[in-house]
């Protein structure tokens, strides 16, 4: 096949990397769920018994019934949320949605392994006992993932982000294993433990694959006024079961009553604050669609570590106030300033939506738990390190000339992993021939072709 | 800045109102949080004293978990039901799902204000004190508000649509007070307090700002393939979820229970019946979208108001029946009519769909209440008053000239309010330049621009 | 009106016809209901009295707390999860989820029939009493109609598609009572009773209907970029929801808790092996977005009829493992095979979604349940026999040239039954007039034109 076409120097071909990758991967889940995984109590066909005794009279006891509805909103916000927020890109929706069904598919079996071996062990039998809440657990997990995946769109492969999502699910279960059982903080939302890490994570990844001639394909990196439609669709979502998310494994009764009160608040306020914030920096007070999609959602980030505390609807307003605010000017003046000066490339600005909102998630709960400042430093500290060094370190071995990721000149093009259809309808009969042409690179490679159809 | 391009006579430029407006209404809203609210002893960290002393054995007894799965339906209906049915213009909508966003999440801050002084204050401490159904009823008030948007979609400024947000709001809550606490109604759906005032309320601010010259924006005021597909994601959001917009405030056990079947079952007959009523009235049976996007809706509009009530499924199916019937018949004649003769611009057709089968909503429940048609007179009469009036009162204070609303030639056009990409890509490479030049027109203000370009 | 335009031989014409039928169902809709239908027990006001009679202490106990977040999500992957996923097509995209909505909101009211006379009728009064269950069972029997619309997709109208639903749920009416009341077979997430014989319905009807010269309307078979993106919705919703699909009906507790388990991560398996398959079989590895929509889905069907048993966690994995495998591989290479040697017409492909996937979860429940082969034999005969013999007959019906169906040469286009915008906006200016032209053609009709235009 070679790499005569995309690229003068990198094989985009993943026809056996990807197929391999994905078929090693899965049968291996196959063996480790066959030696570790079974139902819990609440989950097996033995739950009539426990419920005797137990002295529980009613199936709606069921830990199920306290958590699917939730369950099902975070569901939505992995798959539909985080995949249609990227299809902004005019040219990588596909990969957008694509790719994120992929490493979040595969990402939630390995999840439900590793974060079974650290909380849901059973010591007597050595098996991973699952119910509801490991699957919201295992969701969870992924938004970490792809979280990640927002400041490498478009720049790698798919074989690149199965590897991405292999450790970056690894150093998440350990992370949240450090912060939730051995320092023993509450962070039903994941402030810290999924955004901040997640996005540091991320970030380290794109700091070290920095592409010095990404502006090859510049005219790919923006949106067309439909992808920006599809974005909102995974932007509302998002917004919407933010409340679910944060509340999804809070506890029962006010706990999650109260988590999903304070997200709704918080959430409200920062869009206000984000519309404000994104019309005072842009001519003629016109919206940016990128502080729209984005800066909104950054009020229930920050609520994550604290959405269960007594934290007061005013507290929560003021969180979404402030974080909507810097969310906002994070879009508009910090990215580019961390591209120019720090090399970091960070197609969706997870710097701004998750890093630093997380960040201030985690602060936040420290002031109202009352923490020493000591306590908060110790607290980010594991977050930050398993983000940032084991990003590095992932990064390295993505920088492995064998993962087909696409040259410069390639990025934030669907063509290169994906068939893309000819859209020939959308452009009137006279120009057909034209068009045709212009349409007929991806199969060039195939064939002996002639430069004048340039 | 000026406003030299978008019109000859109006200023669109918002940046200074627009911020000023989010900031001054959200810091209104930090302010009266902080005094005013409080959760209610279901969310509060005091709900296992709560349990206790009133005997609640369970977790489960807590209101969330009988609403919050309706809630966020509810919740989905307003921000994605609404905003992507507003969507089908062929180049508002941004407009339509971004002001939807902005309006909504300020609105319903103002409304658990609003509806928590009159139905959730605590009069021992002057604190209103919420849980989940002030989030849905908050959710109710802001439904009331957009519906006014559609009849005002892509006539108005942003900064217009807060100051709508904010009147709207607060005479919702006054009227709904009426109705329910002093007049002792059910109302469960809403039709009267949340269609028929919104329908009013946004017809009586579309009369006031009638705009004799508005076919100048005629070319902008339709749809496209995909923006009519964009639609019926709204369409069917609200028209799945209904059943939880009907059944979300209901009473517990059987009546949550029956308004969800009755209204699954009026809006399934409205579908059949507006479909049939869309193919007759066109040429060679065609169907139309408005039709399918909004008569097939009128079935859950209608059935709000006795949702609860014992009315039989065969009566949930003659609803659905007729008011799939009118309701397309009012897209399809009653528009143009009152357009030409009342001088009423309606963008969505709220009356046709909001309005009369709100009122018919009101009319079949009193009929099955078996109330006095006096009475049907009392009951209707706040909802119009409140809705006409108050709508008048707020169009004429946006016809003063400080709220950079659109020339009449720029009207139904994303591009006064918003960054929009230049959607290049879809355009074939040898057309380029004159493209380039057709849509460069959003920068002209800024720079001498030569009419030939034009 | 005539057939001047759209072809030599067929008259689309449905002016007449489709709202009579319409109308004429959704009358005897009116009356069947007026007869026979009314609330049960739980969704009855006489639901207090129920409770204290059979010792009730909580309304939370009412079937709808325990189903209707299950329903919900079924309700949604209905009409957007089946409605979407069609979309793929560039130009029946109105169809795709127009005729979804109109033959799902017939076919729920005739299910809610045919159902309740098999499974809820009241002996003593002789009325069918629903509840939430009976919701869900009717949405369910839509899918199996649905599944049928996939592969007649573009070829027939919108009056054929609702005589496809009256026999479709009636023959699922009788072949689920079959299966599940007197052979006594479990199949809670109907891989057999809705999706083996949805599919093997709507392949003998599309046999039936076989269009030797289909090839006319080859240009319009086929995506465009943004039309992909529309059916991926479709497929999230699917993908997310199908725990809600086959748990919504399963045993209360651990039944629900383990069904959704199960059905959670046999999708996610599927995901993974249909990447890798369709990586495989594709150039340099590009993937297939058909693939990527479709066989994804696989496991879910799969795990249908024993989603509720035991089958452990890495049982569900094997099954989605190999699901995924085979559906794409179906699609690949079976469903061509099947077009030029079957002479097998199958738009979207369901024989490798729904047909052969269903069977196999058929098969993996006999294994499970550990039937003997000729249990196994008897069980999947009802359902074969009831689709392709049903279909057959269905088939034949639809050739009388009475149903408006489309010539050979407009297949797969949404000007046939649908008003369809001009989308001028997208063609850059200076080819206003000549695109004008090439989009007149819909009213062509109804006056002389000029052949020159053309």
Redesign the interface.
Known sequence: ?GNCFFSQDKN????????AV??V??IA??VL??IF???NE???????EY?KTHNIT?????????R???F??V??MI??GF??LM?FL??Y??GA??FT??IA??G??WA?LMQGWFHSLDYSTGKIL???EN?INADFCCGGVLIAFGALLGKVS?VQMMVVSLFGVTLYAVEEYIILNLLHCRDAGGSMVIHTFGGYYGLAISWILYRPNLNKSKHLN?????????A??GT??L???W??FNSAIAN???G???A??NT??S???S???A???S??T????????VH?QNA?LAGGVAMGASAEF?I???GS??VG?FCGIISTFGFKFVSPFLEKHLKLQDTCGIHNLHAVPGMLGGFISAIVAAMASESVYKLTLPVYSAGTQGGAIVGLILKLPIW?DPADDNCFDDE????????E???????EY??HM?HKHQDR??SNYNLEQL
């Open positions: 096949m985009t071909n993943v026809r056996v990397s990807l197929p994905c078929f991967w899965e889940m196959v769920f066959g995984v079974r139902y609440e989950a097996d066909a033995h739950w009539g419920k009613t199936d709606m006891e069921n830990d199920f019934y306290y699917y509805p939730s099902q909103d569901h939505v798959f539909v995949g249609f299809t005019k040219r929706s596909f949605v694509g069904f992929l598919a595969f939630l079996q439900l699952i119910g509801i699957l798919p923006g949106s067309v006024y439909h992808s920006d439609l599809f909102m669709i509302l979502f917004w919407l079961f409340p679910s029962h009764g006010d999650q009553h109260r999903a009160i709704y608040i959430l409200a306020a869009v206000v604050t519309v404000a914030i019309s005072m842009e001519k003629r007070g016109r919206l940016d669609m729209i909104t007594m007061s609807p005013y307003l003021i106030f087909g290169v992993y994906w068939e893309v259809p000819e859209d309808e959308s452009i009137p009969p006279v120009l034209n068009n212009a490679c195939d």
